[in-house]
């Protein structure tokens, strides 16, 4: 079973279920042990590059940083928690330090469950997997879809337009009130390109019958099989054993909305 053949509306409702379950818990083995055994998953049963991931990975790894960092240097604490460091008016205490922890791990966990979801699932297969299985509107999903094909073309016609100002003598802005001068030599050409795009986009789905009805014939059809609900079924239940080991280890705690 591969994560790149799960139905991705399923895949998605996993996904949104296992960040509801862990951001109920606060505790610093919970979000550990789903962050290892997410890891785990997308690299034994998703054709996922390591490079890419770790890419994508470590400017989060660098937020939960700041964020442990700043729940310790900033965290409040009672007189009855056990004190492991003073300097100062800086006091670090053993449940203050679990409570960085926890939060910093969260964000992990909820990054490795997103990038789980993002890097095994193509765009175009998640637009028809929720117009065919979440009734999403076809004028808004081919109108997203549109847009994301776009994107490329939008960052072609940029290089262009910045080749031929730079071959015909236009200097590179400087000064802000310069800055402000290029951006709208960009963003009018721009913005004209992309409206005779749409235009042309739409007269063309007109032209082949296109009136965005909700009972409408697909050609490539998103099923839904057993083995998209035991994907849901496994990772939700990674989640509750990881709950249920932290609760048999002793550190298990629920969220009361403060740090």
């Known amino acids: 079973m591969l994560l790149h053949d799960i139905n991705p509306s399923i895949k998605a409702l996993a996904v949104v279920v296992c960040v509801l379950i862990l951001s109920v818990f606060f505790d610093p083995v919970t979000p550990s042990l789903t962050l290892v055994i997410t ?12 490079k890419k991931w770790l890419l994508l990975f470590s400017p989060f790894l660098f ?24 300097w100062g008016i800086l006091t670090l205490t053993e449940e203050g330090f679990q409570r960085a922890l926890s939060l910093g791990l969260r ?3 909820f990054t490795s469950l997103s ?9 175009t297969e998640f637009l028809l997997s929720l117009m065919q299985q979440c009734r999403l509107s076809p004028k808004l999903a081919y109108g997203i879809m549109a847009g994301y094909r776009f994107l ?9 337009i910045r080749s031929a100002h730079r ?12 800055k402000i001068a290029e951006l709208k030599r960009y963003a009018v050409p721009l913005l004209a390109g ?9 007269m063309a789905m007109e032209s082949k019958g296109f009136t965005g009805d909700k009972n409408r014939q697909f050609y490539h059809k998103i099923t839904v099989s ?10 939700v239940s990674a989640v509750l054993l990881s709950a249920y080991t932290s609760w048999q280890l002793g550190y298990l705690q629920l969220y009361n909305g403060e740090l």
């Open 39 to 50: 890891i785990a998953v997308t690299f034994m049963f998703g054709r996922v590059s390591i």
């Open 63 to 86: 937020m939960a940083f700041i964020y442990i960092w700043s729940a310790i240097l900033f965290s409040r604490s009672a007189e009855e928690e056990t004190i492991l460091w003073t």
């Open 167 to 178: 071959i015909r003598g236009v200097s590179k802005a400087r000064s802000f009130s310069e």
């Open 194 to 202: 992309a409206i005779r795009k749409a235009e042309r986009t739409a």
């Open 226 to 235: 057993k083995k998209d609900w035991a994907f849901f079924a496994i990772m």
């Open 152 to 160: 490329p073309l939008i960052k072609e016609e940029f290089e262009i």
């Open 107 to 109: 964000v992990l966990s």
């Open 115 to 123: 990038l789980l979801f993002i890097l095994t699932t193509k765009p």
